[in-house]
């Protein structure tokens, strides 16, 4: 083949000595635009993983990398002056420039021909001419903008400023170092690459950079290849008890807003985009190189795997794009902390360490547990410690106290549409539902949404409080779950709004009835979404009665004694459609501005607070972003949450979307946390209980959560479906046996989880002698002069 390929970056050249060793006969052109000896930035960061990668692929180029590595385990993270180090981790890293040295030297030697100082030709003249193009033009990529119709780029430009410099002294380990100004929150991302040099990033959110007088930069006008003296400078100052006698050194270093690049394709006929061309992920989580150099080892190997290239492009994108979605999630997730990281200055050091560490979802207590014990007893003690409890039960086990209604652990069953009623009633289906996981051991057990009238139901499935048959029927389940079980039980109240009258969920979810049904109501006559019903926008008399709707059903939930009361404001059912701007269009007191957004919704909270005992807690549910351009965000769902702590709610429970039919939520692993995370911290002080929710399953994600201080409780849905006795079961499996998880009396014979396997069987001895254990790994290693070294496990203590 011939191959053209576009940048000399550790990703072209990477694939052209890989691909060269394949297959000597290919011809290979590398264009570079700089000289050979041109580099910017200053240190690289590898995984242990794509270290393995590199090693199976050449071990002559690993080999010469692992030679120069700087290696450590160790990550310390000073906040405040304040220091804690966490072991076990694993980083390797070196200098940039070197490892294209070394990219270059293998070309050569390989008989790859690199034209330095050269711009490529045009992208479609070279597609032409040979039998692939690799585009690793970078992230300014050409050819990314040519065929922009064809990759469908997207280019999401943040709002953090950074500018990476470098230090004349080998840091010791990964470092963190978060200070608070006078101008707000500035954060140094710093790591060792060689025995002299560490790499020493500086960031802050655009707000602190403008602040900290930063902004000045923009009056002078920097040609490529000078530095912001006048900005490095200034972090000299602001950082210089931190920077000791150690000199900032610069290459090319100015002020840049990270870019997300992603694309929807990653390919053009015989056009292929690799590294910053076609993604990029945040520095927080890791080096783009790291991914450039993964893109390169899969694109040569699925060009030498397959018949053709169209099919060895197809195969690449296929094996690799969700490698680096999974990456780029985990980036997105740290990026959007470190953006947000003024709501955590409320924390005391070792949370905030442990909050850090656990920022992206990909590292978790049970993680940080297994490479730092020691590290992972003091959380959780430290946890423990707040709340006056004992320091041995996990966070999910640990009490909580929502207004005066005492929990006995931090697991919720989440309210769930079951569609299961008649006539609204609430049947043997919903004792057996409800009952079952207040057996399995949840502190806090909530009912589906019900409805406060026969046309604030969804479908003709839904349960409500509307009649004294459905509270009794209610009040059947109430009395089970307090009569069998620890657990305590709330009810969910709420209006469907313009999603009411439609099918079952199993028959059409959202799809407006056919028969028997009504005209929804909404705030303003916007339906749902596309084959959705217009819904009657409602005059202010009709909010008066609807208000009083809401009384009446709050009492009968009172008379069925119901623990806690939750106040449905979500999912874009009535009170979540005034809520948003996409559904409330109003021009009357109830619309435009969010104060009077929330005018109604309020009103509703206070007369259902009025009518509920005084002694039971109630809660919010919110939808914390709309998913979707011009609706409610984060920073709006703060506000709003403010709003009904204020009036006296005693929580929030943070959901998002579902607002309107054309959403694009961020799907993934405890993917609306976050949004939980901001309500509790930026609320810090409100003595508000704040319950996180969305596509958590593990004990461990539970933990963590709690442990880092996003949430207070945390509300399992589906994974109560597949798993009713779940609490109970993480007890076992986590080997907790207390008043958090207690078991009903017929069921503690079961309390010990059944083996799975043979466990009696006795094996002969097949080996003459015993093999000698391997030395175990030490916890801390550092890079102190120039070497990795193991150190005492103790943690830093500044000063």
Not at 735 to 757: N, Q
Request: hydrophobic content about 45%; aromatic content about 8%; proline content about 5%.
């Amino acid at each position: 083949m011939k191959i053209a390929i576009i940048g000399g970056g550790p990703a072209g050249l990477y694939f052209a000595a890989l691909s060269k060793q394949l297959d000597p006969a290919h011809e290979i052109v590398v264009w570079e635009r700089n000289a050979a000896d041109d580099t910017f930035g200053f240190g690289v960061v590898f995984s242990d993983e794509t270290l393995g990668g590199i090693e199976n692929a050449d071990r002559r180029i690993f080999e010469q990398m692992q030679s120069r590595f700087a290696r450590w385990s160790d990550i310390d993270v000073t906040f405040d002056g304040v220091a804690h180090t966490v072991g076990g981790q694993g980083f390797a890293a070196m200098s940039r420039r070197e490892l294209l040295l070394l990219l270059q030297e293998r070309c050569a030697e390989l008989g790859v021909e690199i034209r330095f100082r050269t711009e490529a030709p045009p992208v479609d003249e070279l597609s032409h001419q040979y039998d692939l193009v690799v585009a690793g033009d970078g992230l300014n990529s050409r050819v990314r903008s040519f065929y922009a119709e064809r990759f469908r780029p997207s280019l999401d430009v943040r709002a953090s400023k950074y500018i990476w410099l470098a230090l004349d002294k080998p840091l010791e380990a990964f470092t963190f170092i978060v200070k608070n100004t006078p101008y707000g929150v500035m954060q140094v991302h710093g790591y060792p690459f060689s025995a002299d040099r560490s790499t020493f990033i500086v960031e802050m959110h655009e707000d602190v950079w403008v602040a900290a007088g930063f902004d000045a930069s923009l009056t002078e006008s920097l040609p490529p290849g000078v530095s912001d003296t006048r900005s490095i400078d200034r972090i000299r100052e602001l950082f210089a008890d931190e920077l000791g006698d150690a000199q900032l050194l610069a290459n090319n270093s100015k002020w840049i807003n990270f870019t997300t690049v992603r694309n929807e394709r990653w390919s053009h006929q015989n056009v292929v985009l690799v590294g910053d061309a076609a993604h990029t992920a945040h520095f927080s989580i890791g080096s783009g190189t790291k991914l450039a150099m993964e893109d390169a080892l899969a694109l040569a190997a699925t060009i030498a795997e397959q018949p053709d290239v169209a099919s060895a492009l197809a195969a690449y994108e296929s094996e690799r794009r969700p490698v680096v979605l999974s990456t780029q999630r985990a980036a997105q997730a740290s990026l959007e902390w470190f953006e947000n990281i003024g709501q955590y200055t409320a924390q005391d050091a070792l949370q905030f360490t442990f909050n850090l560490l656990t920022r992206s979802r990909r590292i978790t207590f049970d993680g940080l547990a297994l490479r730092d014990a020691d590290f992972a007893r003091r959380v959780q003690a430290s946890f423990a410690e707040r709340i006056g409890s004992d320091a041995d039960t996990p966070a999910l086990f640990q009490p909580h106290r929502i207004g005066a209604l005492e929990l006995k652990n931090r697991i919720v069953v989440s309210p769930m549409d079951q569609y299961m009623a008649v006539d609204g009633v609430a049947g043997d289906f919903h004792l057996a539902h409800l009952g079952s996981k207040a057996l399995g051991g949840a502190g806090l057990v909530m009912t589906e949404m019900i409805a406060p009238s026969a046309t604030g139901r969804i479908t003709l499935g839904c349960g409500g409080l509307y009649t004294d048959e459905q509270r009794d029927a209610w009040a059947r389940i109430v009395d089970f779950v307090h009569t069998h079980s620890t657990a305590r039980i709330g009810a969910q109240l709420g209006h469907s709004g313009r999603k009411g009258s439609t099918k079952l969920m199993w028959e059409g979810i959202d799809d407006p009835l056919t028969e028997g049904g009504w005209q929804p109501v909404g705030p303003s006559a916007i339906p749902y979404g596309e084959g959705s019903a217009v819904p009657r926008a409602l005059t202010p008399a009709e909010l008066e009665a609807i208000v009083d709707d809401y009384v009446d059903a709050t009492r009968r939930a009172a008379e069925a004694g119901f623990d806690l009361l939750e106040l449905h404001a979500a999912h874009g059912y009535l009170l979540s459609s005034f809520l948003s701007p996409l559904a409330n269009t109003r021009t009357d007191e109830y619309g435009g501005s969010l104060e009077n957004r929330l005018r109604f919704p309020l009103a509703v909270f206070d007369a259902v607070r009025a009518a509920w005992p005084a002694e039971r807690p109630i809660v919010v549910r919110l939808s914390a972003s709309d998913w979707a351009p011009g609706g409610n965000t984060v920073a709006d769902a703060v506000e709003i949450a403010a709003a009904f702590v204020a009036h006296g709610a005693d929580g929030i429970d943070v959901s998002s979307g579902q607002v309107v039919r054309h959403e694009k939520p961020a799907f993934g692993r405890s993917y609306q946390t976050p949004f939980a995370d901001a309500i509790r911290n930026r609320l810090a002080g409100s003595g508000a209980t704040v319950i996180a929710v969305g596509a958590i399953s593990s004990a461990d994600d539970v933990n963590s959560l709690l442990l880092a201080g996003r949430a207070d409780l945390v509300a399992l849905g589906r994974t109560h479906l597949w798993d009713p006795q779940w609490t109970l079961h993480a007890a076992a499996d986590l080997g907790y046996r207390g008043p958090g998880a207690d078991w009903p009396l017929p069921f503690r014979a079961g309390s010990r989880k059944p083996p799975t396997a043979r466990t009696d069987a006795v094996r002969p001895r097949l080996e003459l002698l015993t093999r000698r254990a391997p030395e175990p790994v030490p916890v801390h290693t550092r890079w102190i002069d120039g070497a990795r070294r193991a150190v005492d496990a103790e943690p830093l203590v500044a000063g």
